[in-house]
């Protein structure tokens, strides 16, 4: 059972020569006594004639789509008029000899068309994703994913990183996402966490002298799924010694410039744009703006500061802002679309949408008979009013107005293009850095600050000195990866010196010092013994894989994905533990009705 070829290599080179190949049946026609087999492999397709006349072929008439066979037989030319110029070996079928049949496939659950698989209900073709990953469409998926891990690992090498496994199996941590928990039978009431990340792994193996770390690190969080969120994932997870941030953005942009080339053929001009994070607030009402289109947002704090329309003027009173921006041509929407705006600003604690059309040679809206003519002139002037636009306002404070007004905004950029008023070309890749994040959030519910990104963030060193005093206007070395609005990671410089972690837990952070002991004590502790200057960051493979295969779900380049609920329907996970199971790890089930609540 060797093949001589796969199925998209035979051309009119190799007519007169006997060839076995072996793969599923594509497709079976019957032409005039003849049978007409497309044989596929994950390569191509090769076309295959029976003569079912012959005693040998006796079985032919029981093949089915995506039976398995082995074919052996002489390449011979295809008449000229069923020549198939979409195929690689349209110019040659094989005359079959030999035929052996390895596995008949039962009737389909679905067709295997991409077409016509993927009007298919995805849990049907998660239930049989073995089928679903024969479709051309998903192994080209799959494929791409490669290319892009391949090439990382490969640019990475090249630049002296050394890649090192680290592991699954961490401690569980006060901070960041809900954790997968692991109980230790050979520890009772103990129990692993799944790492959400390497992270604290990596600034040891910087500690530890290796100075260039990598890893396809898997990933874990025990967190509610949606289309760009998985379980488990895969992180492109890198540590470097001895640099600052501008070593860590060449570095990345050279790789990803790389991961394009060679799996679009897609040339990216570096250096990619450095934004602030207040910037991208403030202009686009997100830490991750798309900018392949306008609608920027524009601030008229001052020109609303004493206006007759006290939701503005209060607001301003109050410390807040008044922001707006121009959705150029949407006075067309309807009463539709404007609730969904509106539900959208709600969604985002907002109490409803201000707005202003302008159509009909007139100004309209509810608020319109609060504004002066000036007020209106700023308006007309800034945001270069015309007729057929609408204005979207939001007041209050600063940040949540900037997140009102970024959802409405990329709300409104779907309308546009759906009404053909907006172009966003396929191959418009819009790289940018944000950067210079706060470093502390405070949190009002705990009454507390937390870590932007996570307690390991080093300050920007100009601002060390106000760490204690003003913790919210400390700047973190922190930045972001952003791509046509969509994260595809964050990294930071870190913290290396023992006082400044241990002040930045303890004191800003407010943890518990027996926390802190028990959970970073040995961090705190390595910090002592020569720990140099280092930073990183992490890049989700699984969302570059998305991007360059076209697609809005990760789930597509993921060889066996979760569902929303997080089950596997293929292999029915999760499923339930025996009672001696649960007994071995010290645990009794408190679950009712087989596992649910």
Not at 9 to 16: A, F, I, K, M, R
Not at 306 to 324: C, I, L, R, W
Not at 506 to 512: H, Q, Y
Not at 518 to 531: E, H, I, Q, T
């Amino acid at each position: 059972m060797k093949r001589s070829h796969k199925c998209n290599e035979l051309d009119t080179s190799h007519v007169g020569q006997n060839v076995r190949l072996i793969g599923w049946v594509q497709s079976i026609r019957d032409h005039g006594g003849l049978l007409f087999v497309d044989l596929r492999d994950r390569e191509g397709i090769t076309q295959i004639v029976f003569d079912p006349k012959l005693e040998k072929f006796r079985d032919v008439h029981s093949l089915r789509d995506e039976s398995v066979i082995e074919v052996g037989g002489t390449v011979t030319r295809r008449p000229l008029e069923t020549v198939n110029p979409r195929l690689a070996t349209g110019e040659v079928e094989v005359l079959a000899d030999e035929l052996t049949i390895h596995n008949l496939c039962e009737p389909l659950p679905f067709p295997m068309e991409d077409s016509k698989a993927e009007q298919v209900s995805e849990d049907l073709r998660l239930t049989y994703r073995y089928l679903d990953l024969r479709r051309k469409n998903s192994y080209h998926r799959l494929f791409l994913r490669h290319i892009a891990a391949r090439t990382a690992r490969n640019y990475l090498d090249e630049n002296g990183f050394l890649e090192v496994e680290v592991p699954y199996l961490f401690k569980t941590t006060p901070e960041g996402a809900r954790e997968f928990l692991v109980p230790s039978r050979l520890n009772p009431g103990c129990a692993y966490a799944l790492a959400q990340s390497p992270q604290q792994y990596k600034q040891m193996l910087m500690v530890a002298g290796i100075e260039r770390y990598y890893s396809l690190a898997r990933c874990f969080r025990d967190e509610d799924l949606r289309a760009d969120r998985q379980p488990e994932f895969t992180q492109i997870d890198l540590e470097m010694s001895f640099i600052d941030r501008e070593d860590i953005y060449a570095l990345v942009e050279g790789m990803l410039a790389r991961i394009w080339k060679n799996t679009l053929g897609v040339d990216l001009k570096t250096p990619f744009l450095r934004m602030p994070f207040r910037d991208a607030m403030n202009d686009y009402g997100s830490d991750k703006p798309d900018m392949r289109f306008p609608m920027r947002i524009h601030d008229f704090t001052d020109a609303f500061r004493s206006s007759a329309f006290k939701v503005f003027a209060q607001s301003v009173a109050d410390g807040g802002v008044v922001k707006a921006f121009n959705a150029k041509g949407l006075a067309i929407l309807s009463q539709g679309e404007m609730k969904q705006l509106e539900d959208a600003a709600r969604a985002m604690g907002a109490k409803g949408l201000a707005f202003i059309k302008a159509e009909d040679g007139q100004w309209k809206s509810p608020i319109l008979k609060f504004l002066s003519e000036a007020e209106k002139g700023c308006l007309r002037s800034e945001l270069g009013v015309e007729e057929g636009d609408i204005l979207f306002f939001a007041a209050g404070k600063w940040e949540n107005s900037c997140n009102i007004l970024g959802r409405v905004r990329l709300e409104c950029r779907d309308i546009a293009v759906k009404y053909g008023l907006l172009s966003i070309p396929n191959n418009a890749f819009n790289f940018l850095w944000v950067v210079d994040f706060p470093l502390m959030t405070f949190d009002g519910e705990r009454n507390r600050y937390v870590a932007t990104h996570h307690p390991f963030t080093a300050p920007v060193p100009e601002d060390l000195p106000i760490l204690a005093s003003h913790p919210h206007a400390v700047r973190g070395q922190h930045y972001d990866i952003v791509l046509n609005g969509m994260e595809l990671g964050g990294g930071s410089i870190r913290i290396h010196r023992f006082d400044v972690q241990e002040k930045v837990l303890k004191d800003i952070l407010k943890i518990d010092g027996d926390v802190v002991d028990s959970r970073f004590g040995y961090m705190l502790r390595a910090f002592k013994y020569g720990a140099p200057p280092h930073g990183g960051i992490a890049l989700g493979l699984d969302r570059i894989g998305a991007i360059i295969c076209g697609t809005s779900s990760i789930r597509d380049v993921l060889a066996f994905p979760k569902t929303q609920k997080g089950q596997d329907l293929m292999c029915q996970s999760p499923s339930i533990p025996t009672e001696k199971q649960w007994c071995d790890l010290f645990i009794k089930s408190t679950a009712v009705q087989h596992g649910k609540d």
